[in-house]
């Protein structure tokens, strides 16, 4: 049986075009998943692998919604910090 029609509270879009999955866009999506996973926030964000996003000599990109916060060369620390301050802190403010 397919879910129902959800829309999510924010949503991370990580490219998992060629050049993106050499440089760890793959990885990214993961540590995301989990990290939502292990928050419990499977209900409110939701993680989105992309195709190219035509911005290959940035890669790994992303973006987080609805914070429109992009980011290029991206590494795991700067993924978590990205992941506190655009999805986990921006209700606070
Ligand atoms: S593969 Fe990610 S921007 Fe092209």
Known sequence: MSKGFEIP???IYVCT???CKKKGGKELAKLFRSMI???G???TVEVIKT???DR???APVMSMQPANAWLHHVNEQQARQAFQ???LDSDKK
């Open 9 to 11: 509270d924010k949503v």
């Open 17 to 19: 075009g060629s050049k």
């Open 37 to 39: 996973k292990d928050m």
């Open 41 to 43: 926030l499977k209900n």
């Open 51 to 53: 195709d190219c996003t």
């Open 56 to 58: 290959c000599d940035f």
């Open 85 to 87: 301050e655009h999805i």
